[in-house]
């Protein structure tokens, strides 16, 4: 059975920083397509990032371009997700999620597998 399981969230500063990993439990992972995705209280479900399969083509919300940045080690079978410069707007729980098929995607309805999710929270 296919496994996504996220880690590193936490409670931050405004202008902290926090790095969340990713680690997925299958032989083929380095033909997925991985991306985080947020969801703040009584918000929906919103696209953060997204990585290919190489790792060589990544695309960012234009809320956190420029501050985060999405990563991936296909030997490890983890996908990481560096937070710069937090505000408190990025608090969320923050989910990795695998798309099988090709191609980045910013719809969470193409991505097959997802995690459980970590909080992040950003105080003032």
């Known amino acids: 059975q296919v496994q996504v399981v996220e880690s590193g969230g936490g409670l931050v500063q405004a202008e902290g920083s926090l790095r969340l990993s990713c680690a997925a439990s299958?032989?083929?992972?380095?033909?997925?397509?991985m991306g985080w995705f947020r969801q703040a209280p009584g918000s929906e479900r919103e696209f953060v990032a997204t990585?290919?399969?190489?790792?060589?083509?990544?695309t960012y919300a234009d809320s956190v371009k420029g501050r985060f940045t999405i990563s991936r080690d296909n030997a490890k079978k983890m996908v990481y997700l560096q937070m710069n410069s937090l505000k408190r707007e990025d608090t969320a729980v923050y989910y990795c999620?695998?798309?099988?098929?090709?191609?980045?995607?910013?719809?969470?309805?193409?991505?097959?597998?997802w995690g459980q999710g970590t909080q992040v929270t950003v105080s003032s």
């Open positions: 999620a695998a798309k099988t098929s090709l191609g980045l995607s910013l719809a969470a309805q193409d991505y097959t597998y």
């Open positions: 299958t032989l083929t992972f380095s033909l997925w397509t």
């Open positions: 990585i290919s399969r190489s790792g060589d083509s990544t």
